[in-house]
């Protein structure tokens, strides 16, 4: 297996031109859907001990709303979508029509659903444009979805990878609008045998080799 | 995470935004030690293991060996292991994907409780009280003046274990 240590820059240029490929079509598609411009941080590679979480949202115990996927195909990993809990009333009354009362502690069936089907088209479009440009196959899960502490849903998530290797590769991107206050924070968690699959896909598409 | 902390008055311990892990808190009322391990995963895979044996961090990383760990630092600090009880908080499924669950399958939450109740009672620790399993994401306050432990979590009320 590949140590995670002796990623060169080269190839952390290259995951991050992945990730802006995606982060591009997802922010389109979901510009489309609740009808405003999307703006796109430059996506952060880096590669962190399970152990230390990032926490991009505030403290360890923000609440945000979760939207996890299991992906399967020629890359297999994990991504989750965290929208912070500003975000969340802005974000269903663009989708549902209606304001929800006050900061939404608990969220009905309705708008949990709302929200996961917004991860669904922001993971699809994400994925799309990935399997596109590196000619490969990747199917997300279902979204499951949990509002609760950030640094709860983060780890947990880590967690199911560090059973397998000590580190990660976390390549983060996020999402906002101007005018509203809606942050989309994405975390694309590709499992350590699929570092190679991606990075060998982009040397094939544009005769860069990366031996590292 | 993966890491382990003792304390005694006035300090006080606190782990934040516990989700599938487990927290472990051990007590000995009589030196008035406290001892907290944030432990990620039930055991190490045999080939995680470093080539010179696990390191403090890897072993508060692994519920199984986390307690004697933390005995041991809690003996430092002049606690008597014949004392120590334990709480355990933590070891929930935070995400639940729609469809029909694997036959058989635990949750990384419930392999990690039973990793901590396991290696527990092998250190002939006794389990006074727990917090665990659902769906809820934790916080802890542990204050080794009286080994009081305060859990909270986002949407639930505050709650003394």
């Given at each position: 297996?590949?140590?995670?240590?002796?990623?060169?820059?080269?190839?952390?240029?290259?995951?991050?031109?992945?990730?802006?490929?995606?982060?591009?079509?997802?922010?389109?598609?979901?510009?489309?859907?609740?009808?405003?411009?999307?703006?796109?941080?430059?996506?952060?590679?880096?590669?962190?001990?399970?152990?230390?979480?990032?926490?991009?949202?505030?403290?360890?115990?923000?609440?945000?709303?979760?939207?996890?996927?299991?992906?399967?195909?020629?890359?297999?990993?994990?991504?989750?979508?965290?929208?912070?809990?500003?975000?969340?009333?802005?974000?269903?009354?663009?989708?549902?029509?209606?304001?929800?009362?006050?900061?939404?502690?608990?969220?009905?069936?309705?708008?949990?659903?709302?929200?996961?089907?917004?991860?669904?088209?922001?993971?699809?479009?994400?994925?799309?444009?990935?399997?596109?440009f590196m000619d490969m196959q990747?199917?997300?899960?279902?979204?499951?979805?949990?509002?609760?502490?950030?640094?709860?849903?983060?780890?947990?998530?880590?967690?199911?990878?560090?059973?397998?290797?000590?580190?990660?590769?976390?390549?983060?991107?996020?999402?906002?609008?101007?005018?509203?206050?809606?942050?989309?924070?994405?975390?694309?968690?590709?499992?350590?045998?699929?570092?190679?699959?991606?990075?060998?896909?982009?040397?094939?598409?544009?005769?860069?080799?990366?031996?590292? | 995470?993966?890491?382990?902390?003792?304390?005694?008055?006035?300090?006080?311990?606190?782990?934040?935004?516990?989700?599938?892990?487990?927290?472990?808190?051990?007590?000995?009322?009589?030196?008035?030690?406290?001892?907290?391990?944030?432990?990620?995963?039930?055991?190490?895979?045999?080939?995680?293991?470093?080539?010179?044996?696990?390191?403090?961090?890897?072993?508060?990383?692994?519920?199984?060996?986390?307690?004697?760990?933390?005995?041991?630092?809690?003996?430092?600090?002049?606690?008597?292991?014949?004392?120590?009880?334990?709480?355990?908080?933590?070891?929930?499924?935070?995400?639940?994907?729609?469809?029909?669950?694997?036959?058989?399958?635990?949750?990384?939450?419930?392999?990690?409780?039973?990793?901590?109740?396991?290696?527990l009672a092998a250190h002939g620790?006794?389990?006074?009280?727990?917090?665990?399993?659902?769906?809820?994401?934790?916080?802890?306050?542990?204050?080794?003046?009286?080994?009081?432990?305060?859990?909270?979590?986002?949407?639930?009320?505050?709650?003394?274990?």
């Open positions: 297996m590949r140590d995670l240590n002796k990623l060169v820059s080269l190839e952390k240029d290259a995951l991050r031109e992945i990730a802006n490929v995606g982060a591009g079509n997802a922010a389109t598609a979901v510009s489309q859907l609740i009808g405003t411009v999307i703006q796109v941080d430059v996506p952060k590679v880096s590669i962190i001990r399970v152990q230390d979480l990032p926490l991009p949202l505030g403290g360890p115990e923000t609440v945000v709303a979760g939207i996890y996927f299991k992906l399967f195909g020629d890359a297999p990993g994990k991504m989750l979508l965290c929208l912070s809990q500003d975000s969340i009333g802005p974000v269903l009354e663009l989708m549902l029509g209606e304001k929800p009362a006050q900061a939404p502690a608990r969220l009905s069936d309705i708008q949990a659903s709302a929200l996961k089907e917004l991860g669904n088209i922001l993971c699809s479009a994400y994925l799309n444009a990935l399997a596109r990747l199917l997300p899960s279902v979204p499951a979805f949990a509002l609760d502490m950030v640094s709860s849903l983060l780890s947990t998530v880590l967690a199911e990878s560090a059973e397998l290797h000590p580190q990660a590769l976390l390549i983060e991107t996020q999402f906002s609008t101007v005018g509203r206050p809606i942050t989309i924070h994405l975390f694309l968690i590709p499992e350590a045998g699929s570092l190679n699959t991606m990075l060998q896909a982009l040397a094939e598409q544009s005769g860069v080799s990366f031996d590292g | 995470m993966a890491e382990s902390m003792c304390a005694k008055p006035p300090d006080k311990l606190a782990c934040f935004g516990i989700g599938s892990c487990v927290c472990l808190a051990l007590y000995d009322p009589g030196a008035k030690v406290a001892g907290l391990a944030h432990s990620m995963l039930p055991t190490i895979a045999a080939a995680l293991v470093p080539p010179g044996g696990m390191g403090p961090a890897d072993q508060a990383k692994y519920a199984d060996s986390a307690v004697g760990f933390l005995v041991a630092s809690m003996e430092k600090l002049g606690a008597s292991r014949g004392r120590i009880t334990a709480k355990l908080v933590g070891g929930a499924a935070m995400f639940s994907f729609a469809g029909p669950r694997t036959e058989g399958a635990e949750s990384l939450g419930e392999r990690n409780l039973r990793a901590a109740r396991e290696s620790l006794a389990l006074q009280a727990e917090e665990s399993g659902g769906s809820a994401g934790r916080s802890i306050e542990f204050d080794p003046a009286d080994g009081s432990l305060l859990v909270r979590s986002a949407l639930a009320d505050p709650r003394w274990l």
